[in-house]
């Protein structure tokens, strides 16, 4: 019983995150899921993955409806991140738990950093405001971009929207709202890739996931709330998860630089 309270509180932190400051909140499930719920730390990473991917659908259907979707860029970064994922995936399975865990935390100091110069995206454009045109070179830098990210994303069992919203930017050059809402079509099939992969080897815990994603849910709805009224002060909260993120990051370091023979 306690885990399971212990889950809806983190998925319920996780969604709460994501509803009041946006992106990056899902870079805290891995370690909510090790340290707050106690699985170890494949399963961690694998109910992880899976916990995110559902928030992420949840959340493009919002963008889709609203039109802030580029279509034939996101579902060819989807699909051509599908074998990224598969091939980091399973790669991160058969990474020593505490060696991922290290990397993993200093991908959350990168994203942390990322967090702290990402600028507010602009409130968005009807999606029949601009018509997508994709070219044959377009189409080839979405692709390569596509199997880069979705390979980081399987390795380290996370959606990976701050790789894919730069990823989609670069290649295409799209408008951010855009590239926000085609993003999480990616974020979503890139994590339910990974926690599939991780699912073949008994590594997700599904109990944990659906208790963690009705937190999730929750948090979700009241994040969203109060994101409106707390508009003005979105700098602000961010710098605050930033700093959460870089000390969390920080511990799952400590806890595990012994397995790259690092003693502090």
């Known amino acids: 019983m306690l885990q399971i309270i212990l889950a809806v509180i983190s998925g319920g932190a996780v969604g709460f995150t994501l509803g009041l400051i946006g992106g990056g909140g899902s870079i805290l499930a891995t370690p909510l899921m090790l340290y707050v719920v106690g699985l170890k730390p494949h399963e961690a990473i694998g109910t992880g993955a899976l916990a995110v991917s559902a928030n992420a659908f949840v959340n493009f259907a919002g963008h889709a409806r609203k039109g802030n979707v580029r279509w034939k860029s996101a579902i060819i970064f989807a699909i051509l991140g ?3 994922a598969i091939g980091g995936s399973t790669l991160g399975k058969a990474f020593d738990g505490k060696k991922l865990l290290f990397l993993f935390a200093i991908l959350m100091i990168i994203v942390g950093v990322l967090m702290l110069r990402r600028k507010p995206a602009p409130q ?9 045109t994709l070219d044959v070179a377009t189409a080839i830098k979405v692709c390569i971009a596509a199997l880069i990210v979705g390979a980081l994303s399987g390795f380290f ?7 894919i919203v730069p990823g989609l930017l670069f290649s295409t050059g799209m408008p951010m709202i855009f590239a926000i809402g085609s993003s999480l079509l990616s974020v979503g099939t890139f994590g339910l890739t990974t926690a599939v992969n ?10 944990v996931a659906v208790e963690f994603i009705l937190g999730g849910v929750a948090g979700g709805i009241l994040g969203t709330l109060l994101a409106v009224g707390l508009a003005s ?7 605050i998860f930033a700093g959460l993120v870089f000390v969390v990051a920080i511990y799952m370091l400590y806890k595990n630089a012994a397995s790259f023979g690092i003693h502090f």
């Open 82 to 84: 599908i074998l990224g």
């Open 124 to 132: 968005g454009v009807a999606g029949g405001a601009q018509t997508e």
């Open 157 to 163: 069992g996370i959606g990976g929207g701050f790789l």
């Open 198 to 207: 991780y699912a073949t080897s008994g590594l997700v815990d599904w109990g």
């Open 233 to 239: 002060k979105r700098a602000a909260l961010n710098r």
